[in-house]
């Protein structure tokens, strides 16, 4: 019934920046403003100066507050143009802040592969190396032969091949972890897989998931969340401004200010393209848009459409539940931060989405 709800749903959706080289010859932004790590302060452009259409910004905003938007941030050049956030209690007081941590979702899936990159970078595991490797034999109820087919990067890419009929695709347990085809002949978005990326980051290290992510990204950059454990999953949780900042660090292909955070530039130019056939709008668990088909959560069927076509071909998305989305538009210099609920509260809330791009392009225009 779940796959017949999501295909019911996908059927009804049917700038140039300066750009220079750093010392080891990786692309970065050279016109990007950074907020400083240790404070609120945050520089700002208004929609005036950028000659965006203000009227459109109160359409905009009033869509978002109907669709139970809490927060709602656009950078340009790293600036902060429009920061907004929604609900108040009985006596008008503000419930949502710009320090209200909020859940990222399965956007936070965006957090874990750059958190692997990082891992591979210094040395602590391979993403060609097989699961095993890290997570000892027996993780999966698969045999031997089938279970060693299956590498960190399939769990990056959803093609760990593994039996997504189950009742409960949240569960790590082996007895959850069934056969269905080799690995990297099915795309199918299943969390588990996905899950286990967490402890095996863990083991490779020999970190704890919150330390190695506050050492390796949060400290660099200014964040400060938290993953907590919610059933089988770890769920990211921040302030909005946190989404934004490490939507930044994307943005300037991995880097904050000068400071390499990924400093493999092969790593990330995979992680942000077309990481596989069976689903070319999937990287290292980021969503692309502009690509020539799609395969959905929830169902294992291929359309024949882009992530989006109201949003601009060249965005890169996390995207969670209820429509957690952090997002980057490389051409115009440009990240968007959504928190909140969503009306059609789908593992990936497509209709909103797109409806949202629309609201949008309409300020650029």
Request: glycine letters at 8%.
């Amino acid at each position: 019934m779940k796959y017949l709800y999501s295909l019911i749903s996908i059927i009804l959706l049917m700038s140039s920046c300066s750009k220079s080289d750093d010392d080891n010859g990786n692309l970065q932004n050279s016109s990007l403003y950074f907020p400083p790590n240790t404070s609120n302060d945050w520089s700002r452009l208004t929609p005036e100066e950028l000659g965006w259409d203000t009227s459109e910004i109160n359409n905009l905003k009033d869509f978002l507050e109907a669709s139970n938007t809490r927060a709602f941030i656009i950078l340009k050049d790293g600036k902060i143009v429009i920061e907004e956030y929604f609900g108040t209690n009985i006596t008008g007081t503000a419930t949502f802040t710009e320090d209200t941590k909020w859940y990222w979702a399965s956007a936070g899936k965006t957090l874990t592969s750059t958190l692997v990159g990082i891992a591979q970078q210094d040395g602590y595991l391979d993403i060609e190396n097989r699961t095993s490797d890290y997570l000892g034999e027996g993780w999966t109820s698969l045999t031997s032969d089938q279970e060693n087919l299956i590498t960190i990067k399939n769990q990056l890419t959803m093609t760990t091949g593994l039996d997504y009929e189950v009742p409960n695709l949240d569960c790590t347990n082996p007895s959850c972890l069934n056969y269905k085809v080799d690995a990297g002949n099915q795309w199918f978005y299943h969390n588990a897989p996905y899950t286990l990326l967490e402890k095996v980051i863990e083991n490779a290290t020999g970190l704890d998931y919150n330390d190695y992510t506050n050492q390796k990204i949060e400290s660099k950059i200014g964040m400060n969340g938290q993953w907590i454990t919610q059933g089988y999953n770890k769920v990211y949780w921040s302030s909005a401004r946190d989404m934004a900042r490490f939507g930044l660090l994307i943005l300037n292909n991995g880097k904050w200010n000068d400071q390499a955070i990924i400093s493999n530039e092969n790593y990330f130019s995979q992680m942000t393209s077309s990481s596989q056939n069976l689903n070319p709008s999937y990287g290292y668990l980021w969503w692309l848009n502009g690509k020539s088909s799609i395969i959905f959560p929830s169902i294992p069927t291929s359309f024949n459409t882009s992530l989006s076509e109201a949003a601009p071909s060249d965005l890169i998305a996390g995207m969670g539940k209820n429509g957690q989305f952090v997002e980057i538009l490389p051409s115009q210099n440009i990240v968007v931060v959504r928190m909140g609920e969503a009306s059609d509260g789908g593992l990936l809330p497509i209709i909103f989405h797109n409806e949202m791009w629309n609201k949008i392009n309409l300020i650029f225009e």
